[in-house]
Structure formats: structure tokens, C-alpha cells
């Protein structure tokens, strides 16, 4: 009779072992509309659009496991084709990481995650891109210590270290935006030079790419979890680089296909993608 207990236990055992597995992604990401990639008509009927201009060769797609829209093709999307890992992406977009945006913030992100078992004993890795809306949403920009906006990813980093302790963390920093001059070209558009409309704007841009990625250095120092400077690693493919070079789209945009202007293009998604599964994931 203690036989088939035995066996029942152990069929039992292996089921929610392999449940678990199931549920769990090699490499879960959080952040905001930069992973998450909606096209236009996924958020034009919802609260704070991304952007009334239409897209061009829009690629929508699903939801992340909250409900956000996602695009077709966005950064996590491209990395589980190329890595061939099972990658579960909770961007949202809008998202802060200390803020209390329309949609589903950094903290909202994670607990779902950890509550629903997508990030979990079996977890390699958990990819970090969020703060750009913290710049609007919260003090980041007026208080130097950014103490707010660090306060808040080292609560999710902890959250994420106790569910997934084998898991690398790491912080990726945003996409070159400007060019390394500081410059901006919004218009990209058919007859236009191959730079657009050159607008530095007094590198205003610049300014705040550095200050973000500089600020997620420290936490990421701070917290002892991976950091990847994907600004530096991107800068040959900003804003203002050739159509053949360039992973932004403009925001007027008729030469390369994006799903919203000023984030990634279709061929930017690709090529962050690669970047992280070179530099960035663990197998």
C-alpha cells in the first residue's frame, strides 16, 4: 500500500516541478513602451496616446501577461527568436519606476510577475529598462540624488533576488536617441538628406540619456546587479544616422518602418536583440 503512495508522491513531485518550469521564463523583462512597442491602434483608443501621427508598417501585436499592448515586434519578441529562450515581457508602456502612471508601473509589473511564477527558481535572467517617464512623472530631474527613483528598484530588485535567486539582473540602459553630438532629427522623411532635420536642441537630449544611464549605473552598483551601457553599444544608430544605420525612427517617420515615433524601428528591435543576447543573457 506504501507503494503506490510513494509513486503517487513522486508523479505528484514532478508534475508541479515541471508546472513551475512551465510558467517560468528563461529571461523576463520589465520596463516601458520601449520594450513593449505598441503600434499606434493598440493604444489610440486608451488614455494618454503615444503619439496621434500615423505609423508606418505598423506590426501590431498581443498583450503582455497584464494586458498591456505589445507590438508584433519589440525587443524581448526578437530576443526569444534569436536566443531560442522562453522570454516573458511585462513592458508597459508609460510605465515609471516611481511614479503612479495610467498603466502598470515597474512595482505592478514585478509583483504580477512573481505572483503568477514567471519569475521564479528557474529564471536566468531579469532585464531592467525603465526611468524614462520617471523624468516627467516624478523629481528625478530636480533632485540630484535620484533617491526616489533608486529607493524604488532596489524594492523590486530585492523582490526579484528573493524569488529568483540564480538570476542575473541587470539594468539596460536606453537606446541611443541623439547622435553622439547631442543632435536630433525628428523629420526623417522621403527627400530629406540622410540626417533630416538637424535638431540639437542646446543637446538637451543627450543630457538626459546621460543622466538616466549614469543614474542606473549607480543603482545598479548600488544593488550589486548587472548593468549594460546599450546607449554606447547603439550610438552608431541614433536618431540621425543613415536609413541603412538607424534603429529610431523620427518623429515625423516615412523611410523606415516603427510602430511609434522616437522608439525603436522594426530593424532596431532586431539589432537591440542581438546586442543583449551577445552581451547581456545568460544561458
Not at 35 to 52: C, I
Not at 61 to 68: F, I, K, L, Y
Not at 108 to 125: L, S, Y
Not at 129 to 137: F, V
Request: glycine share 8%.
Amino acid at each position: 500500500m506504501s507503494i503506490p503512495v510513494t509513486i503517487a508522491a513522486i508523479a505528484l513531485t514532478s508534475l508541479t516541478a515541471t508546472t513551475a518550469s512551465a510558467q517560468s521564463g528563461d529571461t523576463v523583462t520589465f520596463g516601458d513602451s520601449f520594450l513593449a512597442n505598441p503600434a499606434l491602434e493598440q493604444v489610440q483608443n486608451q488614455q494618454g496616446n503615444l503619439s496621434s501621427l500615423p505609423t508606418n508598417n505598423p506590426r501590431p501585436g498581443g498583450v503582455s501577461p497584464q494586458g498591456c499592448p505589445q507590438g508584433d515586434t519589440n525587443v524581448p519578441r526578437e530576443l526569444a527568436r534569436i536566443s531560442g529562450q522562453n522570454v516573458i515581457n511585462y513592458a508597459c508602456s508609460a510605465a515609471s519606476a516611481s511614479g503612479n502612471s495610467h498603466r502598470l508601473d515597474l512595482y505592478e509589473q514585478v509583483d504580477h510577475a512573481i505572483a503568477g511564477g514567471a519569475v521564479g527558481t528557474e529564471t536566468k535572467n531579469v532585464l531592467i529598462q525603465i526611468g524614462a517617464n520617471d523624468t516627467t512623472q516624478t523629481a528625478f530631474l530636480v533632485d540630484p540624488t535620484r533617491r526616489q527613483y533608486k529607493d524604488a528598484l532596489r524594492s523590486d530588485i530585492n523582490k526579484i533576488r528573493a524569488a529568483a535567486p540564480n538570476a542575473k539582473i541587470t539594468l539596460v540602459t536606453y537606446p541611443a536617441i541623439s547622435a553622439a553630438n547631442g543632435a536630433l532629427c525628428p523629420i526623417r522623411v522621403e527627400g530629406s538628406s540622410n540626417q533630416g532635420f538637424n535638431l540639437d536642441a542646446l543637446a538637451l537630449m543627450r543630457g538626459l540619456e546621460n543622466t538616466l544611464s549614469f543614474t542606473m549605473f549607480e543603482t545598479a552598483q548600488e544593488n550589486h546587479v548587472s548593468y549594460y551601457d546599450l546607449r554606447s553599444a547603439s550610438l552608431a544608430h541614433n536618431m540621425c544616422s543613415p536609413d541603412s544605420m538607424r534603429w529610431v525612427a523620427g518623429g515625423v517617420e516615412s523611410t523606415q518602418p516603427y510602430n511609434i515615433g522616437a522608439h525603436l524601428t522594426h530593424a532596431g528591435n532586431v539589432g537591440v536583440a542581438q546586442l543583449l543576447n551577445d552581451n547581456v543573457i545568460a544561458r
